[in-house]
Nanobody
Framework: VQLVESGGGLVQPGGSLRLSCAASGFTFSRYAMSWHRQALGKERELVAITTSASGSTHYADSMKDRFTISRNNVRKMLYLQMNSLKPEDTAVYYC?????????WGQGTQVTVSS
């Protein structure tokens, strides 16, 4: 099983980034997929989740008007479009796959929002 995030980097406040997560080794379409983030010295928090069945989405309150999660079950890809980025969005962003008691994590990609 592999989850490989990409697309992180340094961006100025107000800018945009698109994160990608490439999945392999499991039946992607059967898993709820989500993005989480962890800032330095803070606990990991949920950013957004998309379900396996209906593909419905849920966002953390502080991100729902700026971030968009999407998935491509054929390509086994998860995406996070991040707009209007703020310095407080600086964190390592992780991709997660969950089904029942099974949980997989990627290695994370660093996003730094700074002028």
């Amino acid at each position: 099983v592999q989850l490989v995030e990409s697309g992180g980097g340094l961006v100025q406040p107000g800018g945009s980034l698109r994160l990608s997560c490439a999945a392999s080794g499991f039946t992607f379409s059967r898993y709820a997929m989500s993005w989480h983030r962890q800032a330095l010295g803070k606990e990991r928090e949920l950013v957004a989740i998309t379900t396996s069945a209906s593909g419905s989405t849920h966002y953390a309150d502080s991100m729902k008007d700026r971030f968009t999660i999407s998935r491509n079950n054929v390509r086994k890809m998860l995406y996070l479009q991040m707009n209007s980025l703020k310095p407080e969005d600086t964190a390592v962003y992780y991709c997660n796959a969950a089904s029942g008691r099974t949980n997989y994590w990627g290695q994370g990609t660093q996003v730094t929002v700074s002028s």
